[in-house]
């Protein structure tokens, strides 16, 4: 028997708002800038297979669909009927689902009248979780030395975990900020606390079963409307190529090809023909694939109003070549796994704006730019760490946004008097758009921004892994590229060019300036309308000539 | 006689206050010139200027200064280096999967910004001295190209050293005169240079607007002979005189929605109710506000049209559900209602107004809660032809009748709102069980049973004439002064002593502006501290016991911390030893002003219509219930299914609830009674 209509709007409802009021749970307590300020965080509830059912849409994009794999690998272990209350499974392990070790994800089994209904889940970007370097280890060469491992594992919270258990003890043990880490897993339970009591209480109301077939129909619902919108692209075939700047190591260019098949209301996504796995950590795990070509289909495709989970991976079907960059083999290392991800994005971005003009949208600057300040003073380590922005790719309607965080992710800068009041060995002498740096068209792209970092004391490393400092954001359909980025420290007289993936000692009086690039520009420059460059001119936001 | 009158989008209400009750009255608003809806209620009520003791006004002159862009020419001045804080912002964006996303437009182009050089840094030190005689005739230069009607000034950690935005504000002052000056750190003192600088631009560019705004008011107030106090709503849910609100023009962003939730919190708090959580539906949304101890909570994170106010606001959530909220199916197969709405024009088809597809508001009509014979607020009677012919395409398709379908809508909608109202009572750390449901607005009492059921909350408190809440809230609000400080004081032993000299300093500067304004001597000061773990990315609001303060002690502060960290987090990160710290200081100073009576003593007879039989559709079926007057209702409960009418508004009272009027006119709704 389906469910009655007016059922099925409410319990969805109540599951996605349980999705939403974890993951404010979660952010709002918790002590990583990078989880409240950047949303670096999913929460979801699961059905008791568990398939995501409702996922927090508040957060970043970067985490859509992917919960459901790591869960995968630790029912195969630990089976869902040997769960116990108060057991968990606990995971962050990239070759089992997990995007990076800094991702721990922890999933909650829901009980109702001693059955599993479902889980709730969390999964929140760590400041540290120990390895070769605090905060960011670039020149890791396996994930080993990225971090602390935690394979699939099964624990309870009240043996193993609450009242200093052996596991916090343990986890503790090998990071080098306990009391933040910590502090944030425990602001993962207490989130996924918070949705096995939503979940209970509809049971109460409704019946486990009915909550289970409403579970089922939302699944189903999805699934429906991500394949309306593919149905209502021509079929097809289309292709997209970008690259990532180099592994770090060499100047060669990692390719990344995609080839989109649409045939009636399935498409199937596959990555053959880009660049094999590197040696550094540049590579993105298959779960990171997944979310990045999601988000994507996401965007282009359904918009905000269709609630993601695991139908949407039943429409959309994923492949990439084992050993590849978007599919790497253990062990190599994976924490920079962002810039591939983005360039996945784009390819995708740029198929899908084939076979839906009306949604073309040419690629933006699309980089992490993870840029870390560290030193080490009176035995104590202070780290900075901050995300930056890029501009965003022009469309057939608009210029593109400037100086925005990328796509997949949705980290606010620190503020600069935050920082003032936090850290005495810099300090930040300016932050301003990039006049001249979005792609050239009849819509111009997005500009990026440069903030410039002064060094006030010896003994200050800057780690930093970034992208398209060599290959720019391309142009769609006449459009020029976008400015490329680049770090550069002023040291007197001296200019010293930073690579995109680099480690370097830094000097007292040293000035970084770190400048994202723009967007890639659409259409003819000659078609540009003359208010709009008149207007850019006024604003001062063309190159200086 | 006391007057309240709060501007509308549609129509502009008054209340009087007088020995003989309370009046009410209603005119249409004129939003070209707002001045003159003022004095149009005034004259519909027959209330002569010189007889008014009290004059307060709600207005939304100021936010749609804003929103429209109305505002004169800014210039804007920030530390060199940062010209374009306000393009910039925080670099995330609103909509997370808009691929055509745009920022909206900062209220300064980036060519009336100009940078100074000067850097002060976070203890208040001088990394770099301003000169004037270098940068002076820069800026001279700078104001006689652009011809600026208004300067606001930010620069970089002013709160800790206000010293280079004073000295600029000075040579203006001398070389400028009469060319209007804001100084961020006359408007907030708080930390975050973006949040800061929207702030004081917000501030510079309605400044000039309302000041010539309140010029025409008190211009014809006096021609009318006014003697009496003529004061502003404020978006803190507080109310001050016009003159102090001039040099403060930000508060009065947003007023509007604060006025409703104080006059509910005044309302409640004379049936002994004062934690509730206020409900507000009207034609295309519902806002809700979290009420604790009889003030409501206030926000740090409020923006109008997205550019972020550090002030002290009514903290109302804003959800897509109102009695205009359309019905529809998505291509999925969903039944949804809202966010899309009929809006006020063609409005739900039971308006007869043109308009054909379905509402909520058609949804209470087929469903037999709101009958069609019902002159809410002088309009017209309902069509309920009209409603279910909206209904019948959509039945059609989902194969169920009209009945079912409008009972659904209804249904969903009360999940849409207390959806809402948990995601707000999370992020708050509170739980709704602890609160009474206070609806206002035309569809609130309709649905605040349901909601209240939902969320297990068994009391809810439905005040009389709940459609002129807001200019009741007017005259019951008190006059509020609110500031606030960036000073980071760590909690070791010298805390207590550090507290007390900030406190002190804020609270005797807040006792200046009273004085300077003549308020009166019953003052009552409040105080929060913004407190968190050293190297928590954000901080948590501690009220503090301004009694205790000369014997405060460094435990004391860290229970207080430990208490509410406890009580937002439950799990969180509580019981390790971890260094705390201060990070900004709140103080606020209410000044009420003698009492308002009951809105249920509204001069003339209660509306009274026959008692009749009815027929309810609720949860799937066909309930038989009572219709009458709510002025018929007593103190002894009265059991569910009713469907309650008085002069604004409609009350469903459904199964299992009952309901009864207490001594101060509130209808109180209990749940299982």
């Known amino acids: 028997m389906t469910l009655n209509p007016v059922d099925q709007a409410v319990i969805s409802q109540a599951l996605l708002s349980a999705a939403r009021e974890m993951g404010i749970k979660l952010y709002r307590s918790a002590y990583s800038p990078i989880v409240r300020d950047g949303k670096d965080a999913s929460t979801g509830i699961l059905d008791a297979e568990g398939n995501a059912v409702a996922q927090s849409d508040e957060l970043i994009p970067m985490l859509v669909g992917s919960l459901s794999i790591t869960f995968r690998s630790c029912a195969a272990l630990y089976p869902v009927h040997t769960l116990k209350e108060g057991d968990f499974y606990i995971c962050n392990h990239p070759y089992h689902g997990a995007h990076h070790l800094q991702d721990i994800l922890i999933f909650v089994p829901i009980f109702h009248d001693g059955a599993i209904v479902g889980f709730s889940a969390a999964v929140a970007h760590h400041l540290d979780v120990g390895g070769g370097a605090p905060g960011l280890n670039s020149s890791a060469t396996d994930f080993y030395q990225e971090g602390l491992v935690i394979p699939p594992s099964k624990y309870n919270l009240t043996t193993d975990w609450n009242d200093e258990g052996p596991l916090r003890r343990f986890i503790g043990a090998n990071i080098r900020v306990p009391e933040q880490t910590l502090g944030d897993i425990d602001s993962q339970f207490a989130a996924c606390a918070v949705g096995a009591a939503r979940v209970t209480e509809m049971c109460d109301k409704y019946s486990a079963s009915t909550v289970r077939e409403a579970m089922a129909e939302m699944i189903a619902y999805t699934e429906r409307r991500v394949r309306a919108a593919i149905a209502a692209i021509p079929d097809g075939t289309y292709t997209a190529e970008d690259a990532v700047d180099d592994d770090g190591l060499t100047d060669k260019p990692l390719p990344v090809r995609v080839t989109l098949t649409v045939k009636g209301d399935d498409l199937h996504v596959d990555f053959a023909g880009t660049a094999p796995q590197v040696k550094t950590h540049m590579n993105a795990p298959f779960a990171s694939t997944v979310s990045a070509v999601l988000a994507c289909v996401k965007a282009v495709l359904t918009g905000g109003d269709v609630p993601f989970n695991e139908g949407a991976s039943r429409a959309v079907t994923i492949s990439a070549p084992k050993g590849s960059l978007l599919n790497p083999n253990p062990p190599a290392p994976v924490r920079a796994r962002m810039e591939a991800s983005f360039r996945a994005y784009d390819v995708v971005l740029k198929a899908l704006g084939q076979a839906n003009p009306d949604h073309a949208v040419a690629p933006g600057y699309d980089c992490t730019t993870g840029f870390c300040l560290s030193h080490l003073k009176d035995g104590r380590y202070r780290v900075f760490i901050e995300l930056r922005d890029g501009g965003y790719g022009a469309s057939p309607r608009n210029d593109g946004c400037d100086a925005v965080a990328g796509p997949l992710s949705n980290c606010t800068n620190t503020p600069v008097e935050q920082i003032d009041a936090d850290y005495d060995f810099f300090r930040i002498e300016a932050y301003a758009l990039r006049p001249g740096s979005g792609g050239a068209g009849q819509h111009r792209g997005g500009l990026g921004s440069v903030r410039a970092y002064r060094i006030l004391e010896e003994g200050v490393r800057l780690a930093i892994y970034a992208d398209r400092f060599r290959i720019p954001a391309p142009g769609m359909a006449g459009g020029g590229p976008g400015a490329v980025g680049s770090c550069i420290i002023h040291r007197g007289n001296e200019t010293i060019a930073v690579r995109s993936k680099d480690d370097v000692a830094l000097r007292k009086g040293d000035l970084i300036l770190l400048s994202s690039g723009g967007g890639g520009g659409y259409g003819d420059p000659a078609l540009r309308d003359a208010a709009d460059a008149a207007r850019d001119r006024q604003l001062g936001l063309l190159a200086a000539d | 006689m006391k007057v309240g009158v709060e501007i509308g989008g549609t129509f502009t209400d008054l209340v009087c206050i007088d020995e003989t009750g309370v009046r009410l009255t209603k005119v249409p608003s004129t939003p070209r010139e707002p001045d003159r809806g003022v004095f149009d209620a005034i004259a519909a009520a027959g209330i002569p200027l010189d007889g008014m003791a009290d004059l307060a006004h709600g207005s939304t002159v100021a936010t749609n200064a804003v929103l429209e862009r109305k505002g004169s020419r800014l210039a804007l001045l920030t530390t060199e280096g940062f010209r374009d804080v306000l393009q910039l912002r925080r670099q995330d964006r609103e909509q997370l999967f808009d691929i055509f996303y745009r920022k909206p437009d900062p209220l300064v182009p980036r060519y009336d910004t100009l940078e100074v050089p000067e850097r002060t840094v976070s203890d208040g030190g001088i990394a770099r001295d301003l000169d004037m005689a270098v940068f002076g005739p820069v800026l001279a230069r700078f104001l006689d190209e652009g011809q600026h009607g208004a300067v606001a000034i930010c620069l970089l950690n002013s709160f800790a050293n206000p010293a280079h935005e004073r000295a600029i504000a000075d040579w203006l002052a001398e070389h400028r005169p009469g060319l209007p000056v804001t100084c961020s750190v006359d408007v907030t003192r708080e930390f975050r240079e973006y949040e800061r600088t929207s702030t004081a631009t917000l501030a510079a560019y309605v400044q000039p607007v309302l000041d010539a705004y309140l010029r025409r008011i008190e211009a014809r107030l006096a021609e009318g002979g006014f003697a009496g106090r003529f004061s502003m709503m404020q978006s803190n849910g507080g109310r001050v005189p016009a003159a102090a609100i001039r040099r403060n023009a ?75 909220s359309l019905v529809w199916v998505d291509d999925g197969g969903l039944l949804r209602v809202g966010p899309r709405s009929a809006g006020a024009d063609p409005g739900p088809a039971c308006y007869g107004r043109g308009g054909t597809q379905p509402t909520l508001t058609d949804a209470h009509v087929i469903c037999g809660r709101l009958p069609s014979d019902a002159k809410l607020a002088g309009a017209l009677p309902l069509d309920a032809g009209a409603a279910r012919k909206a209904y019948e395409p959509l039945a059609a398709e989902l194969g169920m009748s009209v009945e079912t379908l409008a009972d659904s809508a209804i249904q969903i909608a009360v999940a849409n709102i207390v959806s809402a109202i948990r995601l707000v009572s999370t992020s708050r750390g509170r739980d709704p069980r602890d609160y009474a449901l206070v609806p206002f607005g035309g569809a609130g009492p309709l649905h605040a049973a349901a909601v209240a059921e939902a969320l297990a909350i068994d009391t809810v408190v439905v005040p009389p004439n709940a459609g002129v809440i807001s200019a009741y809230g007017l005259l019951a609000a008190d006059y509020s002064l609110y500031d606030s400080l960036t000073r980071r004081t760590a909690l070791d032993v010298g805390a207590p002593e550090a507290v007390r000299a900030t406190l002190e300093e804020m609270l005797s500067g807040l006792h200046r502006r009273a ?159």
């Open chain 2, 250 to 324: 930000v508060t009065a962003l947003l007023s509007g929605p604060a006025a409703g939730v104080t006059g509910a919190i005044r309302q409640a708090a004379l049936s002994g109710h004062r934690d509730i959580i206020t409900l507000d539906i009207g034609g295309t949304s519902a806002d809700v506000c979290l009420v604790q101890d009889g003030r409501p909570e206030l926000t740090r994170e409020a923006r109008v049209d997205t550019l972020p106010v550090l002030m002290p606001m009514v903290d109302i959530t804003t959800i897509g559900a109102g009695g205009g």
């Open chain 2, 515 to 673: 004085d300077a304004i003549s308020l009166g001597a019953d003052r009552h000061p409040e105080a929060v501290l913004e407190m968190r773990y050293v190297g928590q990315a954000f901080e948590i609001p501690v009220p503090l016991d301004l009694g205790g303060l000369a014997t405060l002690t460094t435990e004391a502060l860290l229970d207080a911390f430990a208490a509410e960290h406890r009580r937002i987090y439950r799990l969180g990160a509580v019981g390790q030893v971890r260094p705390v710290e201060i990070v900004s200081y709140r103080v606020g100073l209410h000044v009420p002003h003698g009492t308002v009576p009951s809105l249920a003593e509204i001069a003339g007879p209660p509306l009274t219509v026959p008692e009749t039989a009815a027929t309810i559709f609720d949860g799937g079926r066909d309930r038989p219930a009572r219709r009458m007057a709510r002025a018929a209702i007593g103190a002894d409960p009265v059991a569910g299914p009713l469907a309650l009418q008085d002069l604004t508004a409609m009350v469903y009272v459904p199964e299992g609830w009952t309901a009864a009027t207490d001594p101060s006119g509130n209808l109180i709704l209990r749940r299982g009674a």
